[in-house]
């Protein structure tokens, strides 16, 4: 049985940085691409990052662009989400999502597994 399971989430004062982390398991080698999702209250869900298979090709929102770094560890089924220099804007939950596509955006309504979601809050 495919499952995502975030950590890391927390609070970090704004310029910081925080890494999150996606324990996976149960999913073929057929599309196990993986990314990041995040969502507000009263926004739709939106794509940040997604890495594919082999860890060579990574795609990132514009928001990501710069800041945030997207990493696998295939040995221990891992992804990670390094985020640094955290802004305002950036608080929201995090999931874990698969499928996804690291070449272009990939709408939410396309991925077919989600993990619970970690809470990530920027605050002085």
């Known amino acids: 049985q495919e499952r995502l399971v975030e950590s890391g989430g927390g609070l970090v004062q704004p310029g910081g940085s925080l890494t999150l982390s996606c324990a996976t398991s149960g999913f073929t080698p057929d599309w196990d691409a993986i990314g990041w999702f995040r969502q507000v209250p009263g926004k739709e869900r939106e794509e940040v990052s997604c890495?594919?298979?082999?860890?060579?090709?990574?795609f990132y929102s514009d928001s990501a662009k710069g800041r945030f770094t997207i990493s696998r560890d295939k040995d221990k089924n891992l992804v990670h989400l390094e985020m640094n220099n955290l802004k305002p804007e950036d608080p929201a939950v995090y999931y874990c999502a698969g499928p996804c596509s690291s070449w272009y955006p990939w709408d939410a309504s396309e991925v077919a597994y989600w993990g619970r979601g970690t809470q990530v809050t920027v605050s002085s």
């Open positions: 890495i594919n298979a082999d860890g060579v090709s990574r």
